[in-house]
């Protein structure tokens, strides 16, 4: 069992910055993928940036250039650093563990979210 818990959520104007937290109970070193996810209200979760157990980072389209994500293996922790946030950036962020891929994963554990909300 993997528990995953997240901060760094809040309110931002439009242009502004946020960096979301995702403390992790388990070396993180041994998940295939760690990843954020926004997730509205009658909708799939999306995935908005992913980083492997290797290293290597993914990027949504409408997020490339302005979030990045990144890890801290000795604390367990994954962030994403989100500048020039967009109104159309608001919504609820999922910190995930996934494996061993993304497409059909035979696992995945899910944080409770953060809301990230971006004003004009």
């Known amino acids: 069992q993997v528990d995953l818990a997240e901060s760094g959520g809040g309110s931002v104007q439009a242009g502004g910055s946020l960096r979301l937290s995702c403390v992790v109970s388990?070396?993180?070193?041994?998940?295939?993928?760690m990843g954020w996810y926004r997730q509205a209200p009658g909708l799939k979760r999306q995935s908005v940036a992913t980083?492997?157990?290797?290293?290597?980072?993914s990027y949504a389209d409408f997020v490339k250039g302005r979030f990045t994500i990144s890890r801290d293996i000795h604390k367990n922790t994954v962030y994403l650093q989100m500048t020039n946030l967009r109104i159309k950036d608001s919504g609820i962020y999922v910190c995930?563990?996934?494996?061993?891929?993304?497409?059909?994963?035979?696992?995945?554990?899910w944080g409770l979210g953060v809301q990230v909300t971006v004003s004009p």
């Open positions: 980083i492997t157990r290797s290293g290597d980072s």
């Open positions: 388990t070396n993180i070193a041994m998940i295939h993928y």
């Open positions: 995930g563990a996934l494996g061993p891929n993304t497409t059909l994963p035979t696992y995945g554990y």
